[in-house]
């Protein structure tokens, strides 16, 4: 059974950090992208960032660059999503999403599996 599982999510100060855990079990790991998106309420699904666990390459959406680091740990089969300088437009529900390749531009419809998300909360 194929299963992801988000944690690390919590309520944190605007300027402060989070780090985000992805533990991916069920399917080859190192064949497949893993990738973080978030959904803010009344607001679309958006992508955030995504990793290529075979060759390691990674993309992040313009509004995340410079703060958000995502990085994978192949032995643990585990993705981390380290976010710094949060702001409290970074509030949403952060899932990860896995599949065989990252999207063209972070695009979240078309990802194979999903896990069931985690809450970030920045306050101002």
């Known amino acids: 059974e194929v299963q992801l599982v988000e944690s690390g999510g919590g309520l944190v100060q605007a300027g402060g950090s989070l780090r985000l855990s992805c533990a991916a079990s069920?399917?080859?790991?190192?064949?497949?992208?893993i990738g973080w998106f978030r959904q803010a309420p009344g607001k679309e699904r958006e992508g955030v960032s995504c990793?290529?666990?075979?060759?390691?390459?990674?993309y992040y959406a313009d509004s995340v660059k410079g703060r958000f680091t995502i990085s994978s740990d192949n032995a643990k089969n585990t993705v981390y999503l380290q976010m710094n300088s949060l702001k409290p437009e970074d509030t949403a529900v952060y899932y990860c999403?896995?599949?065989?390749?990252?999207?063209?531009?972070?695009?979240?419809?078309?990802?194979?599996?999903w896990g069931k998300g985690t809450l970030v909360t920045v306050s101002s």
């Open positions: 990793i290529s666990s075979s060759d390691g390459s990674t």
């Open positions: 069920g399917f080859t790991f190192d064949d497949y992208a």
């Open positions: 999403a896995a599949d065989l390749l990252c999207p063209p531009n972070l695009i979240y419809y078309g990802m194979d599996y």
